[in-house]
């Protein structure tokens, strides 16, 4: 497909930060100062994981308040109404952003009252994955995660674990999803970024209905078999995964391997802002370095609804019109 083929067609998207898909429009209002490309977004060298989280400094600082996070809503889904994306689950750790005036539950009731603004004046569906925190004590991000409860099905959809995987493995947190799971909260995991399938394996044993990158189940057939046949899904990002260094190079990524093996394979953004990308930016990235046809784009849409953690009546009405088009 042409890049405008592809920006035109509806897309679904699963892995999408919010303080790193925040606009540079939106950070300057809020900061009330100019800000460069180069403080918000990393160049295709950027060196690795720690350069690119340097990013998320200045949009952090946005999201303090009641008003910012409302406003940061409303931006994220602006942004991604510009190319036809009808769904997005939006993820961000409400623990960044409470302070002395507003707890776990404020926080996210502000970035939802942005949000629901958003899709009535764009007409994007959405939801809304709190993130725990590596680097965070399993007390404070379960307390998060059980405040977040509370809004399941109401605008959060699910929970995640985010951070530096490296440092802190899957194992470390099994408890804390154990915990999770008897809420009744699905959830997706942050494993198999740092090349370590354990992490994988770990995230699976605890319940993970999606895995975020998965990059490490490369050439593992044991693990890929499992995914397949429990129909796990995999938030794939290409662009961010290379700018990391989460593989040296570009034949190194899996997608075409995951894709042949039949896996529920989705294609995102990571950071919209941070890599400087898109969802169509993505998809005629993975078509010409790939061989991605546009019937696997399709495949990939459609994987994106089935794993996606919305209830049956939003996918249904995202089923028509990926249909549709």
């Not at 036809?84 to 689950?89: D, G, K, P, S």
């Not at 399938?197 to 044993?205: H, K, R, S, V």
């Not at 990235?285 to 009546?313: L, P």
């Amino acid at each position: 497909m042409t890049i405008e083929e592809l920006k035109r067609m509806p897309k679904i998207e699963l892995h999408c930060h919010l303080d790193g898909s925040l606009s540079r429009e939106f950070i300057e209002k809020r900061l009330k100062r100019s800000v460069s490309e180069k403080e918000l977004s990393v160049s295709d060298d950027c060196s690795d994981l720690v350069e690119y989280l340097e990013k998320f400094d200045l949009p952090l600082e946005c999201l303090q308040d009641e008003e910012g996070l409302a406003e940061a809503g409303y931006d994220v889904l602006k942004t991604i109404r510009k190319e036809n994306v009808i769904y997005a689950e939006i993820r961000f750790a409400p623990l960044l952003s409470i302070t002395e005036e507003m707890d776990t539950r404020q926080v996210i009731q502000a970035l939802l009252r942005g949000l629901e603004k958003g899709k009535k004046d764009f007409g994007v569906e959405y939801n809304v994955i709190v993130c725990a925190m590596r680097h965070h004590s399993m007390e404070h991000n379960y307390e998060m995660i059980k405040a977040a409860s509370e809004f399941l099905g109401k605008g959060v959809c699910a929970a995640d674990l985010a951070g530096a995987e490296a440092q802190y493995p899957m194992a470390e947190f099994m408890e804390l999803f154990y915990k999770v799971k008897k809420l009744g909260i699905p959830f997706t995991i942050h494993a198999g970024e740092c090349g370590n399938p354990q992490n994988i394996e770990d995230a699976l044993t605890a319940g993970a209905g999606r895995i975020g990158h998965g990059i490490a189940m490369r050439e593992k057939q044991d693990i890929k078999e499992f995914v397949k046949n429990h129909h796990i899904g995999i938030e794939m990002c290409p662009i961010s995964n290379l700018q990391t260094k989460a593989v040296k190079s570009v034949n190194e990524y899996p997608i075409r391997e995951f894709l042949d093996a039949g896996l529920l394979v989705t294609i995102n953004t990571d950071n919209r802002t941070v890599s400087n990308t898109s969802m169509t930016k993505e998809l005629k990235f993975v078509q010409e370095a790939y061989g991605i046809s546009d019937e696997e784009v399709r495949v990939m849409m459609k994987n994106a609804i089935e794993v996606s953690f919305a209830g049956e009546e939003v996918k249904g009405k995202l089923r028509e019109r990926i249909i549709e088009n």
